[in-house]
């Protein structure tokens, strides 16, 4: 009493130490959030029900609350309980316990694949840290406002009970999707300290939402960015695939510009943003990978990826042929360059490097459209991508329009079409030179170098 009294008067809020503050939830009722049932999927409602009816609590949680709330149809649902993984497991014919660390429960129903997680405790004080102040592990199990005090922004704390549809809000969160605001929980500083990734979701949520930042949830960002450096390369990867197929991927950019987070930071974001010779490509690039996902389309990382580098392969391979490499050579040598300074910072994972690789190596494939290299590339497990790529280079007139023209003909036409294709195109398009002619050569001119100027 108090201690609340003095806390009153010095106006501190129980932010400061997330384990004791908003215990008791605001609770509301159907009229009070709106939520329409309909759009809850039926599995999770299955999982809450048999948790509930065998005396565990289950609730709906996290950004599928936060979708509900603003009337969009989630793409995955998230279950919390206070059941341990084990007690989940054994409640469920198909449930696999996830994790060494913090286990969670993979709970699937033919391909919907739900994760149930048990609330975490919120006591970050004692929990492991590397010199910067990141939390290294955090696997204690907690109460259910525990849980809500560790999640991250206030929207992302409501808890929906699909059995008697109240949503429990610990933060304000439903004040904040009425505002269109994003807040953190706790202290900003702190809670970036402890997890950096953080400051790249407040982007991502910012752009797709629409949602403003907070202003005391922003202001330490351009001073913290730097603290990003220090997250294993791996996860900022995951954080920023999510970014890139939120279906508003180029909004995210630019509010990452923004925010200050794109510079120095990751490699990757600097060569795209500040690159004046790949802008058109990757804003078409962007575009169309937004439209896919808006589409409900599926997107390859990989083909995303080879897009946001391209320019960087483009001026390497420019690069290594002024040096006297052959073309297909050269094109292997800029791809090991770009991939190899990239991983670093932004570990691409093996198959997504290997596709990118793949995607490239295409491209001086489909200048040969003479003989029987065409008929090949039709047999290519990769041609769509290759194929999709090479219209993007038309679109931003990186090369001649006529070339995506003649290959959407030759893939589309019947065999007189591909026959009478081959032989409208001069031979002089066999320019690229295989491993084995030592001989030197004249270069026939190449529309790609014309970027790189
Ligand atoms: P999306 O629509 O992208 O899936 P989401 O909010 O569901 O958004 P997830 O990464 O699926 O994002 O995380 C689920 C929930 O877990 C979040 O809503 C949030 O409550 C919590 N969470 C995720 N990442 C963090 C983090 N880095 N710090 C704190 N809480 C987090
Ligand atoms: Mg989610």
Same mark, same amino acid.
């Given at each position: 009493?108090?201690?609340k009294?003095i806390r009153?008067?010095?106006g501190?809020?129980n ?13 509301l009722?159907p009229k009070?959030?709106?939520i329409?049932?309909g759009l ?6 299955r999982?809450?029900?048999?948790l509930?009816e ?6 709906v949680?996290?950004?599928a609350?936060r979708? =509900?709330l ?10 919390a309980t206070?059941?341990t993984p084990?007690?989940?497991?054994? =409640?469920?014919? /198909? ?7 913090f286990?969670?429960v993979h709970v699937m129903?033919?391909?919907?694949? *739900?994760?149930?997680?048990t609330?975490r405790?919120a006591?970050?004080?004692?929990a ?11 696997n204690?199990?907690?109460e259910?406002?525990?849980d809500a ?6 929207v992302?704390a ?6 008697s549809q ?7 969160g439903m ?6 605001? *994003? ?8 809670r970036?300290r402890?997890?950096?990734v953080?400051?790249?979701?407040v982007?991502r949520?910012a752009a797709k939402?629409q ?6 949830t ?7 960015a730097p603290?990003?450096n220090?997250?294993?390369?791996a996860r900022?990867f995951d954080?920023m695939l999510?970014? =890139?197929?939120s ?8 509010q990452?510009r923004?925010?200050?987070l794109?510079h120095?930071?990751m490699?990757?974001l600097d060569?795209?943003?500040e690159q004046?010779?790949?802008?058109k490509?990757?804003t078409?690039?962007l575009a ?6 808006q589409?409900?389309?599926g997107?390859s990382p990989?083909f995303?990826?080879?897009s946001?580098?391209?320019h960087?392969?483009v001026e ?11 073309p297909i050579p050269?094109?292997?040598l800029a791809?090991?360059?770009v991939l190899?300074?990239?991983?670093d910072?932004?570990?691409?994972? /093996?198959?997504?490097g290997s596709?990118?690789r ?13 003989g029987?290299t065409?008929?090949?590339m039709?047999e290519?497990p990769?041609?769509?991508?290759g194929?999709d790529?090479?219209?993007l280079r038309?679109?931003?007139g ?6 995506g023209e003649?290959w ?6 019947d065999?007189?079409e591909?026959?009478? *294709?081959?032989?409208?195109?001069p031979?002089t398009?066999?320019s ?8 030197p050569r004249?270069?026939?001119p190449r529309?790609?170098a014309?970027?790189a100027e």
């Amino acid at each position: 009493m108090i201690k609340k009294f003095i806390r009153k008067i010095l106006g501190v809020k129980n932010k400061s130490d997330p384990a004791s503050a908003n215990k008791k939830p605001t609770v509301l009722g159907p009229k009070e959030h709106g939520i329409d049932p309909g759009l809850v999927s039926a599995n999770a409602i299955r999982i809450t029900q048999t948790l509930q009816e065998n005396g565990f609590k289950a609730f709906v949680v996290g950004g599928a609350v936060r979708d =509900l709330l603003t009337g969009v149809k989630p793409k995955d649902f998230d279950i919390a309980t206070n059941a341990t993984p084990e007690q989940v497991k054994r =409640l469920f014919r /198909r449930a696999f316990i996830i994790g060494r660390r913090f286990q969670i429960v993979h709970v699937m129903f033919g391909q919907d694949l *739900l994760e149930v997680t048990t609330f975490r405790g919120a006591a970050t004080d004692g929990a492991p840290k590397d010199e910067h102040g990141r939390v290294l592990r955090d696997n204690t199990f907690g109460e259910q406002h525990e849980d809500a005090a560790r999640r991250d922004f206030t929207v992302n704390a409501m808890y929906y009970d699909p059995a008697s549809q109240t949503v429990l809000d610990y933060h304000g969160g439903m004040k904040d999707i009425k505002k269109k605001t *994003l807040r953190i929980i706790g202290v900003p500083e702190a809670r970036y300290r402890e997890d950096p990734v953080r400051m790249l979701r407040v982007v991502r949520f910012a752009a797709k939402l629409q949602f403003d930042i907070d202003a005391a949830t922003r202001a330490p960002i351009p001073v913290m960015a730097p603290l990003i450096n220090n997250v294993p390369a791996a996860r900022v990867f995951d954080e920023m695939l999510k970014l =890139l197929t939120s279906g508003h991927a180029m909004a995210c950019l630019q509010q990452l510009r923004k925010e200050g987070l794109h510079h120095g930071l990751m490699p990757l974001l600097d060569v795209v943003l500040e690159q004046p010779l790949g802008e058109k490509f990757v804003t078409l690039a962007l575009a169309n990978t937004d439209e896919r996902v808006q589409q409900g389309k599926g997107v390859s990382p990989g083909f995303l990826f080879a897009s946001l580098l391209w320019h960087q392969v483009v001026e390497k391979w420019e690069a290594y042929k002024a040096a006297g490499e052959f073309p297909i050579p050269a094109l292997h040598l800029a791809a090991d360059d770009v991939l190899n300074t990239q991983t670093d910072a932004l570990a691409i994972q /093996r198959k997504i490097g290997s596709d990118m690789r793949d995607i490239w190596a295409m491209q001086p494939r489909f200048d040969k459209r003479v003989g029987k290299t065409p008929y090949k590339m039709l047999e290519h497990p990769r041609l769509r991508a290759g194929y999709d790529f090479l219209l993007l280079r038309c679109a931003s007139g990186e090369i001649d329009e006529e070339i995506g023209e003649w290959w959407t003909d030759f893939m589309e036409g019947d065999s007189a079409e591909r026959e009478r *294709l081959i032989n409208s195109k001069p031979k002089t398009a066999a320019s690229e030179a295989g491993p084995k002619k030592r001989k030197p050569r004249r270069r026939a001119p190449r529309k790609a170098a014309a970027a790189a100027e």
